[in-house]
Nanobody, 117 residues
Framework: QVQLVESGGGLVQTGGSLRLSCAAS????????MGWYRRAPGKQREVVATITSVGSTFYTDSVKGRFTISRNNAKNTMYLQMNSLKPDDTGVYYCNTVRWDMPSSPWGQGTQVTVSS
């Protein structure tokens, strides 16, 4: 199992942008799917976006057209570019590997994203 460390969160105003990074402790080249998840205040953790090793992506409806997931296998890092942020995007964002449509590595501490109105 790889250890994952999220970074890049912060406080931004509505309409602002953030770029989250997910650094893995080992190689991600052999990991087929990775994903970003978020836990909004008072809600369960939900998947935001996923990406496969060949670049196929999935986005939950609420972020389509605003967020872009990417990965750099050479740097063992995954990213989430978040544009046009809304207050509903507020939450703790986590990354994980995905196997059988389920997160498959230990959760990290996440990175807090707060969007003010």
């Amino acid at each position: 199992q790889v250890q994952l460390v999220e970074s890049g969160g912060g406080l931004v105003q509505t309409g602002g942008s953030l770029r989250l990074s997910c650094a893995a402790s080992g190689s991600i080249g052999d990991i087929n799917m990775m994903g970003w998840y978020r836990r909004a205040p008072g809600k369960q953790r939900e998947v935001v976006a996923t990406i496969t090793s060949v670049g196929s992506t999935f986005y939950t409806d609420s972020v389509k057209g605003r967020f872009t997931i990417s990965r750099n296998n050479a740097k063992n890092t995954m990213y989430l570019q978040m544009n046009s942020l809304k207050p509903d995007d507020t939450g703790v964002y986590y990354c994980n590997t995905v196997r059988w449509d389920m997160p498959s590595s230990p959760w990290g501490q996440g990175t807090q994203v707060t969007v003010s109105s």
